[in-house]
């Protein structure tokens, strides 16, 4: 049996909290406006992946959870391109390296949050997919250029190539060589970002982003206003509230970009409905917090569906938890090491007694308690069977 190369990496799960929301080019992902975003942590939300290349496959494939996917897709076909051509220039260079680069892809993952949560897990999954095979082929880790091929196969995936807080520049080239995701701070910049994420159960299929967004771009009066007057300032403002620790406005940034990016949704023709009546009600009591609290202390989130993520900083975690587990402590993903219910704390004005807790605590299925995280780490994991070439 000829020789199995592999290497094992990880890929975290970013939020927006500047939308990414159009493409000015479809093929290469390129958007029509700067976004930011927090990446979490991996041990809440990760891919694994373990990718693997031998002269004896003969099939570039994948597996994810055990289920086998194509690799097929033109997407997906782009990605390991250019991971090929990487590796190729690097053999042409150093003729001691072993002639890899044409050798078929095992790609293995393994998703550590339920694929039911239905939380978009394409980001993650092109970070570890990228990252594992750029340690295979023993590229240079420059995560911005490796962004650019993790672009092309989901857009906010170049942002997962980063920890902490990211920010994706549009770039203005054609061939979309400054189109790539940077770090604005890393986690430990700014280490008390926690995040709560509610996933709201809804039986409709949502519009795949990239339909979505065709049609926000081709018909959405208001789209040419968000990309040409709200997001240039936004973006600016987002990164230094970022650089100053100041959750006051970041967090009004993040819930009025969330606002934003529904809006456009809802002036396409005809009109996108991301958020559901759950996602509302959300809104309202995070709003109702932060009005009992006199100050921002909790932001909320919504991308393609009706899921809300909430951003809070630690030392606000018993007001922010304390009055989430008021409706919806039936939830699975509470975890006493997280959170502890006895130190829940509601301030006197909020108006827990007006709010009927049958309604507002309707349509939730899970909560996921989480924070900012790290970037792609590689590890000595193997999530190959070295005999067979196929998942352990
Ligand atoms: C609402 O990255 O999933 O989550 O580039 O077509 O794969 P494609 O789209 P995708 O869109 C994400 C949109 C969003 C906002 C964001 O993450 O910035």
């Excluded at 939300?45 to 690799?71: P, Q, R, V």
């Excluded at 097929?72 to 260079?93: A, F, N």
């Excluded at 709560?196 to 990239?210: E, G």
Aim: aromatic content about 10%.
């Amino acid at each position: 049996m000829p020789e199995i190369h592999y290497a094992t990496s990880t890929g975290p799960v970013n939020i927006a909290t500047l939308k990414y929301w159009g493409k000015r080019d479809k093929d290469l992902n390129l958007p029509t406006n700067n976004s930011i975003s927090v990446t979490l942590d991996q041990n809440d939300l990760k891919t694994l992946t373990t990718a693997s290349c031998s002269e004896s496959f003969k099939e570039d494939h994948l597996w994810i959870n055990g289920e086998t996917y194509s690799l097929e897709t033109p997407r997906s076909i782009q990605v390991l391109k250019d991971l090929r051509s990487l590796r190729e220039e690097l053999e042409i260079s150093n003729n001691e390296l072993p002639k890899i680069s044409q050798f078929k892809l095992h790609i293995i993952s393994e998703n550590n949050f339920p694929t039911a949560a239905g939380l978009a897990s394409s980001a993650a999954g092109f970070a570890a997919l990228i990252s594992s095979v750029a340690k295979l082929y023993k590229l240079p880790t420059d995560y911005s250029e490796l962004s650019k091929i993790a672009r092309k196969g989901s857009g906010s995936a170049c942002r997962s190539l980063f920890g902490g807080y990211v920010a994706w520049e549009m770039g203005n080239l054609e061939n979309g060589e400054d189109s790539k995701a940077i770090q604005i701070a890393d986690r430990k910049h700014w280490p008390t970002m926690k995040a709560a994420i509610l996933v709201v159960s809804d039986m409709k299929k949502d519009v795949p982003s990239t339909s979505g967004m065709q049609l926000t771009v081709k018909t959405s009066d208001l789209f040419q206003y968000r990309i040409n007057e709200v997001v240039p300032k936004r973006y600016i403002e987002m990164k230094e509230s970022i650089l100053n620790k100041n959750f006051q406005k970041f967090a009004e940034l993040t819930m009025k970009d969330s606002n934003s990016f529904h809006s456009v949704c809802l002036d396409s023709y005809p009109p996108i409905f991301y958020l559901n009546d759950t996602s509302k009600n959300i809104i309202k009591l995070i709003n109702l917090l932060n009005e009992a609290a006199g100050k921002l202390i909790a932001a909320y989130t919504f991308d393609a569906g009706p899921n809300a993520v909430i951003y809070y900083e630690e030392e606000n975690q018993d007001y922010v938890l304390g009055m989430l587990y008021k409706f919806f402590d039936k939830l699975d993903g509470w975890s006493n090491d997280k959170f502890n219910p006895a130190n829940a704390k509601i301030f006197d004005s909020f108006p827990l007694s007006s709010l009927d807790k049958e309604i507002y605590s309707q349509g939730v299925s899970r909560i996921i308690l989480t924070q900012v995280g790290e970037g792609p780490v590689e590890t000595d994991d193997v999530l190959i069977d070295l005999e067979t070439g196929l998942p352990k």
